[in-house]
């Protein structure tokens, strides 16, 4: 997707970026997980449930544009 909106030249730049917010996001979901295991696993499957629901909706418009 990024191919398509970036020019050649700044590519590198757009895909570090990216690739930097994905891994910040990443790391903060494992940390909550991980404070979460502490106090329950229902909080654990609970929290992930949530978010994989909350992302379908993303799935469809960033699909729909395409």
């Known amino acids: 997707m990024l191919t398509g909106v970036i020019p050649p030249q700044k590519r590198s730049t757009a895909f570090g ?4 917010g994905y891994g910040i996001a990443w790391f903060l979901g494992s940390v909550v997980m991980g404070l979460l295991y502490d106090k ?3 909080a654990v499957v609970l929290f992930s449930v949530i978010l994989q629901l909350a992302a379908v909706p993303v799935l469809f418009i960033g699909n729909k544009k395409r």
């Open 40 to 42: 329950s696993i229902l």
């Open 17 to 20: 970026l990216f690739d930097t």
